[in-house]
């Protein structure tokens, strides 16, 4: 299920570990990357490929918040509302776009397009307050550029 | 990033060499322009051993958190040793208010791969991996394209420089676990395991990854390796405090006019950090209370900061710790029970589990909070939260407890009232309803 050119970078991969297992994590970034989440079936091909058991698959997969089990909203929007982010406002910029979105912390808007989370300090205290959305970051937000960011999304 | 200092002509005359003020260098033509992979060339014509000493005498303490000596730790490494040894460098930087390593990523990904093959040399190592957080993708794709430019011109790989020297660099990327910043956690996620910390011990150095010996050293630790090579133990050690060189990443978030990233010598006077080069507090307010090194470090009274300055020694007699020198600013109307509270909250999340006091003690001290910050804590709720946050400390696997415990022990100790009036408020409000 692995494309073309991340079966040869898993091939490259080999030679950089003494173990294949440590090539797991490196592995379901790929699937990650190509698939928009982790499916079962995802897991139980990785574990032929790598010649490690399902349930251990599942085991990490399970322990790393990146690691999606399912499809997301289009966009997922991850506000960060740790210390320097929430002395910064963050609680004002997830209100308004709680607003805006219609939905909640936690929750997938009904066309799919849209989740949004709260999230953990993203080494943007600096530039806080900020969001991510995939890996992009955006920083030093303020209601108006949150507004102008969804617009541009719409 | 905001990398200048709000106040320009009154601060120290520092030079910047982790994160100077040379435009593009992370492209590797203008980083060996400006003299990059100098210090390489330089340490591989000297013994390992004498690397290691250059090390020790420059007395570079780790940035990650710990303040640990390096070229100590470099030593414990095993000299004739029949297995492969290892070096992690740690970009996990996930401690909240910390966000310097990405600077180095951003800025100058060849000085980190320049000191990264530096420590290789001197340990004897083959392979290194720079394990960054899973968030970190577009900073994974600055260093990833610095590397293979470094491999393209033979500097990383099979006999660099035509040395005997060969090692490999690879970056190993997170999935988003605070946890795996810790050593031991996050060499069991390079092994493709959960990133649970192991117990110690055997340390790293005797039984690290795949079991083989292996040091674990912090992105700004490594940097430091090309600068002190270059100039010199004597040179390096003169920066800053004594027992606590060199040039220091810091880090100003929250209440401040200019926060950002500043590269200063270590022992700067904390107030003038937060008033001269993070532009002082927004209209002009009092500060109430500072975090000076990451949300584990212990939280300081706003008029207690005179005198105090960001090294080793002044934090550990004001009682705290340099930690990631990351400085969260609070100003005079800062709710600190939200604070603490928000604080409490992401260790609570990102305990791993496998100890019980840290697993259900970082629970209960955020379910304790939480009545604190909604008014419905008693006043002996107090206790019982020093209580808990004593229970944890010291009695677990890895540090993430006590790094739990510290900031709750700590802001009962120094605001107390704070919490009295919580609860105050809390008895009162039960009497009338
Ligand atoms: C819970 C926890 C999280 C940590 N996170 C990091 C981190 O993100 N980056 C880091 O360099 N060190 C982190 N550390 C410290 C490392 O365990 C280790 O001490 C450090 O990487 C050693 O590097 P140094 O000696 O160069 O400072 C963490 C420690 C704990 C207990
Ligand atoms: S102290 Fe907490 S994070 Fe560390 S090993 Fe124990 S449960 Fe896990
Ligand atoms: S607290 Fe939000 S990025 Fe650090």
Same mark, same amino acid.
């Given at each position: ?95 308004? *776009? ?40 955006? @920083? ?15 | ?5 709000? /106040? ?20 590797? &033509?203008?980083?060996?322009? /400006? &003299? ?28 990650? =958190? ?65 394990? *960054? ?172 900061? @005179? ?11 004001? =009682? ?12 005079? &109307? ?38 604190? @910050? ?16 004593? /229970?944890? @400390? ?7 407890? &006590? ?31």
């Amino acid at each position: 299920m692995l494309s073309e050119s991340n079966l040869n970078k898993v091939e490259e991969l080999r030679k950089r570990y003494p173990t294949t297992q440590a090539l797991l994590l490196p592995v379901l970034w790929m699937i990650q990357e190509q698939e928009g989440c982790i499916s079962e079936e995802s897991m139980k091909y990785t574990g032929a490929l790598l010649n490690i058991p399902y349930g251990h698959i599942l085991g990490v997969v399970t322990f790393y918040s990146m690691l999606q089990k399912k499809a997301v909203g289009k966009h997922h929007i991850e506000v960060c509302t740790n210390v320097s982010c929430m002395l910064r406002g963050s609680g004002k910029i997830l209100e308004h *776009i709680e607003k805006r979105l219609g939905i909640k912390i936690g929750e997938i808007s009904q066309d799919q397009k849209w989740t949004l989370s709260e999230t953990e300090c993203l080494g943007s205290c600096g530039t806080a307050p900020m969001l991510v959305i995939g890996d992009e970051y955006y @920083e030093n937000l303020t209601l108006e550029k949150v507004d102008k960011l969804i617009d541009s999304l719409q | 990033m905001n990398l200048q200092p709000a /106040n320009t002509e009154k601060l120290t005359t520092w030079k910047r060499v982790i994160l100077p003020d040379v435009p593009n260098l992370y492209k590797i &033509d203008f980083y060996l322009a /400006n &003299d990059g992979y100098k210090a390489l060339k330089k340490a591989l014509d000297m013994k390992p051993d004498e690397v290691i000493d250059e090390v020790k005498k420059s007395n570079l303490r780790g940035r990650g =958190g710990a303040c640990f000596p390096t070229g100590l730790k470099w030593s414990f490494m095993p000299k004739n040793s029949d297995k492969p040894k290892y070096l992690c460098v740690n970009g996990d930087e996930s401690e909240p208010g910390t966000f310097k390593d990405r600077q180095i990523f951003e800025f100058n990904p060849h000085l980190l791969i320049e000191g990264t093959l530096i420590a290789c040399y001197a340990m004897g190592m083959t392979a290194a991996y720079i394990y *960054i957080r899973g968030e970190y993708g577009k900073w994974i794709k600055i260093l990833q394209k610095a590397i293979d430019d470094a491999y393209a011109n033979g500097l990383i790989g099979e006999k660099i420089l035509r040395t005997n020297f060969s090692t490999n660099i690879t970056i190993h990327r997170g999935a988003g676990a605070y946890i795996c910043g810790e050593e031991s956690a996050l060499m069991n996620s390079i092994e493709g395991e959960r990133g649970y910390p192991r117990v110690r011990p055997p340390f790293p150095a005797q039984f690290g990854l795949w079991g083989c010996p292996t040091t674990i050293n912090n992105v700004e630790t490594i940097s430091n390796i090309p600068i002190i090579i270059n100039n010199g133990w004597k040179w390096y050690s003169q920066i800053g405090s004594v027992k606590h060189p060199g040039p220091l990443l810091v880090g100003v978030s929250g209440h401040v006019n200019n926060p950002g990233i500043f590269e200063m010598p270590t022992g700067e006077p904390l107030l003038e950090i937060i008033h001269r080069w993070a532009g002082g507090v927004p209209g002009n307010k009092g500060i109430k209370a500072v975090i000076p090194g990451g949300s584990s470090t212990m939280i300081l009274r706003g008029d207690q900061l @005179e005198g105090i300055r960001m090294d080793v020694d002044s934090l550990k007699a004001a =009682g705290s710790s340099v930690g990631t020198a990351g400085i969260i600013v609070m100003d005079s &109307d800062t709710d600190l029970i939200k604070v603490i509270r928000r604080i409490t909250e992401f260790y609570y999340r990102e305990s791993c589990g496998q100890c019980t006091p840290c697993r259900e003690g970082t629970g209960w001290m955020f379910k304790i909070l939480k009545r604190f @910050e909604s008014y419905q804590a008693k006043m002996e709720d107090i206790d019982l939260l020093m209580d808990v946050a004593n /229970n944890i @400390e010291g009695n677990t696997i890895c540090a993430l407890g &006590d790094a739990a415990a510290w900031p709750v022990q700590s802001m009962i100790r120094r605001f107390r009232d704070e919490f009295e009036k919580r609860a105050q408020v809390s008895h009162f409000q039960t009497m009338v309803v």
